[in-house]
């Protein structure tokens, strides 16, 4: 099973824990692309629509592509009061594109799971020209409760035999911006990034349910993941009182859709 299919068996699971992205970022992007009545969107990687809610508050129509089936109706169930936002389950590089174009095409902690040999030519087919593209992740940066990140690897490197020896979380400013897809492409121009950050504090049960919606840790075997999950646990509640705070980066990449709409070859 690839990776990006492991969150579709946690759908519950990760629309209760995973958090919101941060409101100032949400207020960025859709001054960014004036979101408003009339106004078409395309989300690529809904999920269970962490994003998709806020952004069909504006009014426009959004159509989302989510390639879990289980996620989609999780993001359905919650947007059922939108009658402008579609989600439809597909993978993204196979969807077939509608002929009227989208004003934006967006995706959040999703984008890096598209083949990146077809993501940036079909946001440029999907968009009508001086449409915009927007992008984001969530990194796990240096910051918050750092002595337990550090002390925390010491569980990955017994339990998971792909950890790294010695490795330590970056600061933000050691963070690079992916943006060379966009500055490289023909059909995008003016590339920008905005940094947005989080801190936010977990018990020890919110954090391990927090692991268990990422793609490693579902991967794991699953002896090797309760030890794991078992010796974080430990680890927070002995030595941190029960609570760990966690920093998020999002970098929010924006691009603007040049010239005339290609055709389908």
């Known amino acids: 099973m690839e990776l990006r299919e492991t969150f579709n068996g946690a759908a519950e699971l990760y629309d209760r824990v995973r958090p919101h992205y941060p409101p100032d970022l949400i207020a960025e992007l859709t001054v960014l692309a004036d979101l408003g009545p009339g106004r078409r969107v395309l989300e690529v990687g809904p999920g269970t629509g962490r994003l998709t809610r806020p952004l069909a508050e504006s ?25 402008h936002v579609d989600v439809q389950v597909a993978d993204f590089e196979s969807w077939p594109l509608p002929e009227e ?27 009508r020209p001086g449409g915009r593209v927007a992008v ?37 400013e050691e963070i690079p911006s992916e943006t060379r897809e966009w500055e490289d492409s023909p059909d995008f121009e003016d590339v920008t990034v905005t940094r947005f950050r989080q801190d936010i504090t977990y018990t020890a049960d919110e954090y391990i349910d927090v692991l268990l919606t990422y793609s490693g840790h579902r991967a794991l075997r699953e002896d090797l ?39 389908d070859l």
Not at 161 to 168: D, E, N, S
Not at 229 to 256: M, S
């Open 136 to 172: 984001f992740g969530s990194e796990h940066v240096a910051g918050g409760t750092v002595d337990f990140f550090a002390e925390a690897q010491r569980c990955y490197e017994r339990w998971d035999p792909a950890t790294p020896p010695g490795l330590r979380l970056l600061p933000e």
């Open 59 to 83: 009014g426009c129509r959004l159509t989302g592509v989510e390639l879990g089936p289980d996620l989609a109706a999780v993001a359905r169930r919650g947007l059922r009061g939108f009658p």
């Open 225 to 263: 993941r309760r030890g794991l999950l078992d010796c974080i646990r430990g680890l927070i509640e002995t030595r941190y009182e029960g609570r760990v705070t966690k920093r998020y980066l999002h970098d929010l990449i924006t691009a603007t859709r040049t010239g005339a709409r290609p055709v």
């Open 101 to 127: 174009p989208f004003d934006l095409v967006v995706s959040a902690t999703a984008w890096h799971w598209i083949d990146p040999a077809v993501r940036v030519s079909k946001a440029a087919r999907a968009l």
